[in-house]
């Protein structure tokens, strides 16, 4: 029989073996929890970054997309519609329509669009910086200045008149569809919110699978509209340090252009991009859209960025009328009579 005086030190010995026990458990357990908001979730797991701001920016909170009704499609007969002859890319001429004109005075637009006596080139704006698609489009939202139907309505005038059709929209910057897809988007450098730009747009990943499916769904649904070429604008990665992007941002672009030509092309569509000079305008049918270019320039900027065929790739928009724009592609605002 064990003695009492050794039962009660054995029992002293157990009690401060499990005080000591819950304690450490404790302990361990309130400094997992500490730990816990310094985890950075990545593509290749989890990691512990104490560099990571602790302050929450204010969010906005997401809300499902509108719906909107379906869209009746009528179809016409014996409608000719002049084709091009050729499947090589041509030297462009012809018109921009901005938003600003949809939403200023589409009216006016159409019956521009309607007097044209020739077939020309028209780049027609189609989606702006917010995410807003002004068609008819189950991809995205639509803009409530601009009734799709409308917009329906003028593609379909544009198509019937044989018009070379360009589509004009952002790229990566995406409003909506970054608030919605924020796996997508480009990051704070505390990589706990997504960056946002003075015009409070989100900017989209170039790298995300998700990016990519997006925009090649915009391209197809485009081209199935009957346009001829879609031209990208905001095709770049923001230069700011204000951002947490640590891939090459030179190489991404570049190889993101290639990839969505490569993809979107065919021998009767091309894919084009607003840039500046050193843009990595991929080979094949893409063109390189240029802006703020004075005239005395065109022939010294077509010589530096070493285009084959610069008359047909190298494309001006201008609202100016100097006939020394027109030795390349060149587009420029349609005229509207607003009072």
Not at 110 to 129: E, H, R, Y
């Amino acid at each position: 029989m064990i003695p009492y005086r050794t039962r009660r030190i054995i029992s002293r010995i157990f009690i401060s073996v499990v005080t000591v026990a819950v304690v450490v458990f404790l302990l361990l357990l309130c400094w997992v929890l500490w730990l816990n908001r310094y985890i950075r979730y990545t593509r290749t797991g989890a990691e512990l970054d104490f560099e990571m701001s602790l302050e929450y920016p204010a969010g906005e909170l997401a809300a499902p997309p509108e719906t909107t009704p379906p869209v009746t499609i009528y179809y016409e007969e014996n409608v000719t519609v002049t084709l091009p002859t050729s499947n090589e890319l041509t030297q462009l001429s012809g018109l921009v329509i901005t938003e600003q004109m949809l939403k200023t005075d589409f009216a006016g637009v159409m019956d521009q669009v309607k007097a044209l006596s020739a077939p020309t080139s028209i780049l027609l704006d189609v989606k702006n910086i917010r995410g807003e698609f002004f068609y008819s489009t189950s991809l995205g939202r639509n803009n409530g200045s601009i009734a799709p139907t409308d917009m329906d309505a003028l593609i379909s005038q544009i198509r019937r008149s044989g018009h070379y059709l360009i589509a004009r929209l952002p790229a990566y910057r995406d409003y909506w569809y970054g608030l919605e897809n924020v796996e997508d988007g480009i990051f704070n450098p505390n990589r706990m919110s997504l960056w946002m730009d003075e015009e409070r747009c989100y900017w989209l990943n170039p790298n995300a699978e998700g990016t990519l499916t997006y925009l090649i769904s915009i391209v197809t649904e485009l081209r199935t509209l009957g346009f001829d070429e879609v031209v990208f604008t905001d095709f770049r990665i923001p230069d700011t340090d204000a951002i947490y992007f640590e891939e090459d941002r030179a190489e991404t672009i570049r190889k993101a252009a290639e990839d969505l030509a490569r993809i979107c092309t065919t021998d009767r569509f091309a894919l084009s991009f607003v840039g500046s000079e050193g843009f990595p305008l991929p080979e094949g049918r893409s063109r390189l859209y240029v802006e703020n270019v004075a005239a005395a320039d065109t022939a010294a900027l077509a010589q530096r960025l070493g285009l084959e065929d610069p008359q047909i790739k190298l494309v001006f928009l201008t609202d100016l009328k100097d006939t020394r724009y027109d030795a390349y592609s060149v587009l420029r605002p349609l005229e509207l009579n607003i009072q």
